[in-house]
């Protein structure tokens, strides 16, 4: 019997359709021949510095320190890439990658947008043809960005089946994939789906914490006591937590999407909530019925709008190395008018949910101590909504 | 021996897919009836799931329709052992890995085992995969049921090789539902199955037409119809049970027909 790839402890795997079985052999085949190949990573590396911005700043987040008195609070800058999110990272490389294997069309599925932009930019900047799927309810929650995909020369699809969502949208990208496999790339935004997909994003998404760990120890001379990001699939902590997993001495801290609360069933906290399942190409944690039915997970957040969590995550939280909290919608929300005004730094609302808890926990510590927070988007996406959750009706 | 060798035994076989509880199970009982009085060989039962991902607009359309009544896996296992006080014709289940995992594998092949179903299709488990479920049912008697696609290429002859009960032959890309042609070249496919196996093989995805169904059998062992069979439960409801007769009997001479 063949054995089963890409395992994080019990997670992971490829639970797939056959006819997906060679197309994702193959992108492993490819992925493992560059990912040591110098041009290649020249290539790349030249394309994350000169178009995307690399290297994000790691910003020392005065105000908010002093606002908190607490630990030292530093922000990892990913809203300052190009396309406004960390998302670009990941993109960059898939679709290099997908370049040096001849395909010439991009799909991809998103939940904010951010992923979709990213994609759709990526595709025009390299000349390949991009299709786009996004829930209905998220292209009424985020119509900037279906509109900058347009622009960029995607063509978004809007999803209507089941909750509209980022899942629905996951679903209709892999089924176009078993659809069209030998000219097309599916660029999965997450570190999550069938394997080699979540290690290929997460080491796409680790320049994260290898520029974390440069400019801290530039900066202090010392590790952090804590990394924190937010966690839908879990992309961009991942890349934050990366080159810290090692460290014993730093924290992990992902924040999910707790929605209007863990005890209510509109939250999309899966660590919290879920039990463990097999979804989407992989083994790990899901939200979902006692008949494995996948529940109908809510957050304000399209982004972290997920009822999984990638499995390298599941085997973190396994194994006790990293922890996850639930935020909730209303927290998220004060984290986002706080560090507006704080700062002057208007974050994504998904990355409000990571500092969120860090306002919970800075207080607790002492000011030798040190948080990196990683602010993994920029939030002019998400001002009417959070307008409208304030009740006020602006127009974009 | 597996008792869905008996369904290739008479010749090729028709094999129609119902999903459990579209609209409701009174109405699966007189539909699954219907159709082996009109000479199904093997009935392919769906256990539904929230996210098809599989299955095309008219499948997933079912399968809602189905969770929507608030059909369980507990209540169709109720089904096939009522199912079974009358049908003697093989049945299977085709669901999701995750509808059997929460279950709990074993218990889920111990209920299937009891119930009597013969056999379960989960297309989101590959060969690669099949470690977590196929020793499990071997245990209780029940084939873990191996799908082949047009893009498996070099991996048909080891999925032929530990192939159980009957092999599913995916016709097209894509999803399932009808199509107007069918282009993959199935007659290679087959013929290196038929070197590596003696397990019988049928055709699915896309076959709805009796000239189709026909034209598959002869190219294998059988012919799979999903999305046909589900469109006229969408058309008729609770009625369904007669018109699904006159389909089941049209396609089983056009299969019954083919060389």
């Not at chain 1, 995307?52 to 607490?70: C, D, H, I, V």
């Not at chain 2, 799931?49 to 499948?59: K, M």
């Not at chain 2, 052992?81 to 074993?106: C, H, I, Q, W």
Request: aromatic share 8%.
């Amino acid at each position: 019997m063949a054995q089963s790839r890409g395992r994080f402890g019990e997670h992971g795997g490829q639970y797939i359709p056959e006819t997906l079985m060679n197309a994702v052999i193959e992108l492993e085949e490819a992925y493992n021949h560059y990912k040591d190949d110098p041009a290649f990573n020249r290539e790349l590396g030249e394309l994350f510095n000169e178009y995307a911005g690399r290297p994000s700043r790691l910003y020392y987040a005065r105000k908010m320190t002093e606002n908190l008195g607490g630990a030292k609070i530093y922000l990892k800058r990913e809203d300052l890439n190009h396309t406004g999110a960390h998302k670009i990272n990941n993109v960059l490389g898939q679709a290099l990658l997908a370049k040096k294997m001849g395909k010439t069309r991009l799909i991809a599925e998103t939940g904010a947008g951010q992923h979709g932009v990213a994609t759709a930019t990526a595709a025009a900047l390299m000349g390949m043809e991009c299709v786009v799927f996004m829930g209905e309810e998220d292209t009424k929650r985020q119509a900037l960005n279906v509109y900058r995909m347009r622009l960029l020369g995607a063509q978004v699809i809007p999803v209507t089946t089941g909750t509209a969502t980022l899942k629905d949208a996951v679903s209709e990208a892999m089924r176009e994939w078993t659809n069209r496999i030998d000219d097309t790339h599916y660029c999965l935004g997450s570190v999550m789906g069938p394997h080699p997909f979540p290690t290929i994003v997460r080491d796409f998404q680790a320049v994260i914490s290898k520029e974390i760990k440069e400019q801290i120890l530039e900066k202090e001379g010392r590790l952090p006591d804590a990394v924190m990001a937010c966690v839908g699939g879990g992309s961009n902590a991942i890349g934050t937590f990366y080159h810290f997993i090692e460290d014993k001495g730093v924290r992990l801290i992902g924040c999910e999407a707790a929605g209007r609360g863990v005890d209510t069933w509109e939250t999309a906290a899966t660590i919290a909530t879920g039990k463990p399942g097999i979804f989407h190409g992989m083994k790990s944690y899901f939200c979902q019925d006692e008949y494995g039915q996948i529940a109908p997970v809510y957050s304000i957040s399209a982004g972290l709008d997920y009822p999984g969590i990638g499995p390298e995550h599941a085997w973190l939280h396994d194994t006790g190395r990293a922890e996850y909290v639930p935020v909730t919608d209303d927290e998220a929300v004060n984290a986002f008018e706080y560090l507006s005004r704080t700062e002057g730094i208007i974050p994504a609302i998904e990355s409000a949910h990571a500092v969120a808890h860090a306002m919970k926990i800075a207080p607790q510590m002492d000011s030798e101590q040190i948080i990196v927070i990683t602010i993994s988007g920029r939030g002019d996406k998400d001002c009417a909504a959070i307008a409208r959750y304030r009740g006020e009706n602006i127009t974009e | 021996m597996s008792r869905i060798h008996e369904a290739f035994s008479h010749g090729k076989a028709f094999i129609p897919f119902i999903t459990c509880g579209d609209p409701d199970l009174a109405t699966t009982a007189k539909v699954v009836r219907a159709a082996v009085k009109a000479g199904a060989d093997l009935v392919e039962l769906g256990i539904p799931f929230s996210d098809p991902t599989a299955e095309g607009p008219v499948i997933q359309g079912a399968n809602l329709r189905a969770l929507s009544g608030g059909v369980t896996t507990d209540q169709i296992f109720e089904l096939v052992k009522d199912l079974r006080t009358d049908v003697s014709v093989p049945m299977v289940f085709m669901t999701y890995a995750n509808v059997v995992y929460s279950y709990g594998t074993e218990r889920f092949a111990q209920m299937c085992a009891q119930t009597g179903i013969d056999g379960i299709i989960l297309p989101d488990v590959p060969f690669e995969e099949k470690g977590d479920f196929a020793p499990v049912c071997a245990q209780y008697g029940i084939d873990l049921i191996s799908l082949i696609a047009p893009t498996s290429e070099n991996r048909i002859a080891m999925i032929a090789k530990e192939a159980a009960g009957f092999i599913y032959v995916v016709s097209s890309l894509g999803v399932t539902g009808v199509r107007s042609e069918i282009t993959t070249d199935i007659a290679s496919i087959v013929k290196v199955i038929r070197e590596n196996t003696d397990v019988p093989c049928a055709v699915g995805f896309g076959i709805s037409t009796p000239e189709q169904a026909a034209k598959m059998a002869g190219l294998s062992d059988g012919a799979i119809v999903g999305s046909a069979i589900i469109r006229l439960l969408e058309q008729y409801g609770k009625d369904a049970a007669e018109p699904v007769e006159e389909y089941v009997r049209a396609m089983k001479e056009a299969v019954a027909s083919a060389s």
